[in-house]
């Protein structure tokens, strides 16, 4: 998209353009002094577990992706980690942040959905002002 001159702004998540950086794509960016914090769930799904007899590691394997090593590998690839500890010891890799909001503070993920993305919300209605 940037590269290819397709458009003046590109939108992405901050883990994306730390590894394009380390794979020697040098981009231009600026991370927003006010930003949102983008969760990645994980979930165990109960009908295939319970289906397969996995739930242990499933289970097993849900909390080892907290765990410091797994928050640490995490950061090697842009990832800002969950943990306290591995967040310190990590943060001079990431670009500083003064207000960092998340999904909760603006009414949740439905209210997000219905303001933002629905038809004819916000979304919808800049991309029809730029035709």
Excluded: C
């Excluded at 006010?34 to 969760?39: F, G, H």
């Excluded at 009908?47 to 950061?75: C, I, M, W």
């Amino acid at each position: 998209f940037f590269k290819q001159g397709q458009g003046d702004v590109l939108i992405n998540y901050e883990n994306e353009m730390i590894l394009a950086g380390q794979q020697g794509q040098k981009l231009p960016y600026v991370v927003p002094d006010v930003n949102i914090s983008i969760d990645n769930p994980i979930a165990v799904v109960d009908k295939n577990v319970d289906k397969h007899g996995t739930r242990e590691a499933a289970e097993a394997f849900v909390k080892f992706l907290y765990t410091p090593e797994s928050q640490r590998t995490f950061a090697k690839y842009g990832f800002r980690p969950v943990d306290a500890t591995v967040e310190k010891e990590v943060a001079k890799q990431f670009p500083p942040v003064k207000t960092l909001f998340t999904a909760q503070d603006l009414g949740g993920w439905d209210r997000i959905q219905q303001k933002f993305f629905d038809d004819g919300a916000i979304f919808d209605q800049i991309q029809a002002s730029a035709k």
